[in-house]
């Protein structure tokens, strides 16, 4: 976000706020972390290893699913499941409209295609009831993704898969440890991918992702693609690709998933405490979280009509924001084709200019906090 040119004067009524500050939660860690890391580097393993499958170990335990296998990052986890289930050429797969671009380019790499779906007006992720409408014989699965920590339909979208023998797979990385009539995202669908991308809920020190399954077969599917085809070395029984979870990301995943669920607490203390403060001003739309989950808040989004000018303000009081996602799929450039119109897509179409996301993390201040909604509201006097 550029500045506005007084950075280095700011007026004393600001306080800077980071969109996020992954420094404060690895100070608070530090020593586990720091020896963490001196495990690894003394066994000089630094792929696969004892460090790895206690990760997966005690990550599929925390989710109560039978597998879990680590990958390079989260958009190869999805990759790899739609590869396992032998998604290809000819086949579509119904996807949400406004998401992160990686659950479209999953589909694309395949040689299937992305059939986007717009999302429900209120809660963001895909709208079940115009998903069933996309279905067509070439349909042979649907992605839902759990955007900003808020869980999609689940009941209703495994319902449709049953009834049209598609596959249900879940994008959870936006979602560790959100949960769904308190079953936990992830565990719904045939397969599950998780991205620990350095800033999500779960976050490692650079790329990491992982697979989860209660099926046998397609575990041992995804981790062989996820692998050259091979379990073991040299055993390759078919083509796949390199797309491991590093020793040492394993071992400070390992280190920070006992710390998750406070930090979870912690962002849904904020989240409260923006929706509180925010929930009676016009022009802003604070998040609804749907009967049924229980929100992780990834991401704390609200929609305001004169985004730019309140993102400018904010700019100048010295609060970082950000954009997820200043276009809906079908209106990136990736995506986009001359038959599609913003009417197609009327939520993804507003909501790519008047979502806003402000700073949430584990550590933000309270009085940080007090200061960004008094900020906000000033704006919107
Ligand atoms: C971050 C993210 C991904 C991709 O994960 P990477 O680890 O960055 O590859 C996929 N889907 C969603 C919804 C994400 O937020």
Known sequence: MPGNGNKNFPDKSSMKIPFINLQLQHESIKQEIDSAIQEVLQSSQFIGGLKVQAFER??????????????????????????????????????????????????????????????????????????????????????????YGQ?????????????????????????????????????????????????????????AGCVVTHDDSLAEKVRRLSNHGALQRNDHEYPGINSRLDTLQAAVLFTKLSHLLHWNKQRLEIANQYSAALADLKNITIPKITEQTNHTFHIYGIRAKRRGELRKHLDSKGIDTLIHYPKGLPFTKAYWSKNISESDFPVTASLQNEILSLPIYPGLKTEQINFLTKTLKEFNM
């Open 151 to 207: 869980v999609a339909d689940l009941v209703t979208l495994k319902s449709i898969c049953e009834n049209h023998k598609l596959f249900l797979v879940e994008d959870c990385a936006q979602a560790h440890l959100s949960s769904y009539n308190n079953q936990l995202a992830g565990t719904f669908g045939i397969a599950s991918a998780f991205s620990f991308y350095p800033t999500k809920n779960l976050g490692a020190l650079g790329d």
């Open 58 to 147: 005690a990550f599929a335990n925390t989710l109560g699913v039978k597998h879990c296998i680590g990958t390079g990052n989260g958009t190869d986890s999805l990759y790899l499941i739609l590869k396992a289930l032998g998604i290809g050429p000819g086949d579509e797969v119904l996807t949400p409209a406004f998401s992160c671009i990686a659950t479209a380019e999953c589909i694309t790499l395949t040689g299937a295609t992305p059939v986007f779906v717009d999302v429900h007006p209120e809660y963001y992720t895909i709208d079940a009831s115009l998903a069933a409408k996309k279905i067509t014989s070439k349909t042979k699965a649907i992605l839902a993704v759990h955007l």
